[in-house]
């Protein structure tokens, strides 16, 4: 477990009912299928990235999960940190925001729980050992969705965030590290694109990448997520200033959660 890096937020606006992805009812937790009951609750929710607990009253303590093959689990804590009891939800989801897909190899426990205030929990995934590739990591996503208790005040705003953090499962026959494949990656530069090859079997975050431009003046930086085992990833070469003989620099998010930087990457021509 780490305690930098980036995690998805969706913090929920409670304003008359509820969206069916944030999951703030038990008839919902209860009945993923059921329609919403009249007089609920209806939330507003938007995405976001953060470093940090924003306004979150339970607490992440991680912001990526290496969950390796030769482990029966892996597990990540949550913290309540408010002043209120809060019940919980838990769920994977394999990429889409917005889905609860069930039946995935890797189950998470306990599904839904309750913290009172500044109670500390575990939340564990297992995997049942069969229908994940046995040569590359696979990316999950853990979701910790507080559930605020009920006010009695009218008029009364209430903010409930979902956390999203990765969750990559790393098969035990792989021995390759996660710098080892940073410095794998494979980068060409033609006129238009910035190609970027992953020939290693992890998945490599990227904090940012960097060039240098013509006059060694500055930095340009170039918004590029994360690229997967296998991946090729493209940027416009127009988005680059690029100075002959210049290499690029770029930093990843490492297994701990914080930033490694390497330097003086070759580029192909």
Request: glycine share 4%; net charge positive.
């Amino acid at each position: 477990m780490t305690m930098r890096g980036r995690t998805s937020r969706v913090p929920c606006r409670i304003v008359q009912a509820q969206s069916q992805d944030t999951a703030m009812t038990f008839s919902h937790i209860l009945n993923r299928s059921s329609r919403w009951m009249a007089g609920l609750l209806v939330t507003t929710a938007f995405y976001f990235s953060a470093s940090g607990p924003a306004d979150a009253a339970i607490h992440v303590q991680a912001t990526r999960v290496i969950y390796n093959g030769q482990a029966a689990s892996a597990s990540v804590a949550i913290t309540n940190k408010s002043s209120s009891t809060y019940m919980v939800q838990t769920w994977l989801d394999t990429g889409d925001a917005k889905s609860m897909p069930e039946n995935l190899p890797i189950a998470i426990t306990p599904p839904l729980m309750r913290l009172a205030p500044s109670e500390e929990a575990l939340v564990r995934m297992i995997y049942s050992g069969q229908g994940l590739p046995a040569d590359k990591e696979s990316l999950f996503w853990v979701n910790v969705q507080e559930i605020p208790p009920s006010v009695q005040t009218a008029n009364t705003l209430q903010v409930a965030i979902r956390t999203r953090i990765k969750l990559f499962y790393r098969p035990s026959q792989i021995k390759m590290r996660l710098d080892e494949a940073a410095r794998a990656l494979q980068w060409r530069l033609d006129e238009q694109t910035l190609t970027i090859t992953n020939p290693s079997p992890l998945h490599i975050t990227f904090s940012q990448i960097q060039d240098q431009d013509a006059a060694g003046a500055g930095k340009q930086r170039i918004d590029v997520d994360m690229i997967a085992p296998g991946q090729t990833l493209t940027v416009p070469a127009q988005t680059l200033r690029l100075a002959a003989g210049k290499p690029l620099s770029f930093s990843y998010i490492n297994d701990y959660g914080g930033i490694t930087k390497v330097t003086d990457v070759a580029l192909q021509r």
